[in-house]
């Protein structure tokens, strides 16, 4: 749920672009985020 999540908001921000939306930029970031720290959880 959460992988899916985070593909999900990972590409809305790709194609709002930086330049045009920070925000989704930082949505980005928080993806990313989110999707190593549910892979960490999976590991342990």
Do not use: Q, Y
Not at 11 to 16: D, K, N, P, R, S
Not at 18 to 38: D, W, Y
Request: hydrophobic share 80%; net charge positive; proline share 2%.
């Amino acid at each position: 749920m959460l992988l899916a999540l985070a593909v999900i908001l990972l590409i809305l921000a790709v194609i709002g672009g930086i330049a045009i939306h920070p925000l989704l930029f930082l949505i980005a970031i928080l993806a990313v985020l989110v999707l190593f720290a549910s892979r960490g959880r999976a590991l342990f």
